[in-house]
């Protein structure tokens, strides 16, 4: 019977410790160091893109994430995720962050939420955007980061976050 119990607190013991509640944070706009591992590319590199993490998921598959550097100021951005079934919904929530030389860290600049729901009899499995920013200040270094998530219709949420490396946005022509 003391074996008994010991085994029976034993489990409940380890039950406690190893439980956590984890709560994401994806206010509208934050000045995040979030992905801090990003680096600055060379001035001739011209793009970077960043993918979504390598293990997929009951649903999610892959999310994708690219920056450009278009010339003479322009920003391209280009975002997707694709889910391996038909879910209810998909969202993406894109960060624009500029490196700051004088903190050494990166501050969010911008933001833009794309939500999709599922209608009518079509599927929905994948989603992307393409857009470019424009009047921000060049000469500096951006990345992107993202949240990327699908809704299955039987609730829950999977989600990956791409980051892209920082590339060298500049007033002149991209070569």
Known sequence: MKNKVKILLAILICGFAFSLTVYANVNEKTNSSAGEDSILLPGNIKSS???GD??????IS???LTISNKGYGEIGIYASTAAHKPVKKIRMNVYLDRWDENKETWIQVDYYYFTYEQEGEEDLTSV????SVLGLPTGCYYRLRSFNAVFPFEGGVESQGPVTDGILITDGPAV
């Open 128 to 131: 992307s955007e393409a857009f």
């Open 62 to 64: 892959t999310s994708v």
């Open 54 to 59: 390598i293990t997929r998921g009951n649903y």
């Open 49 to 51: 893109t960043g993918y």
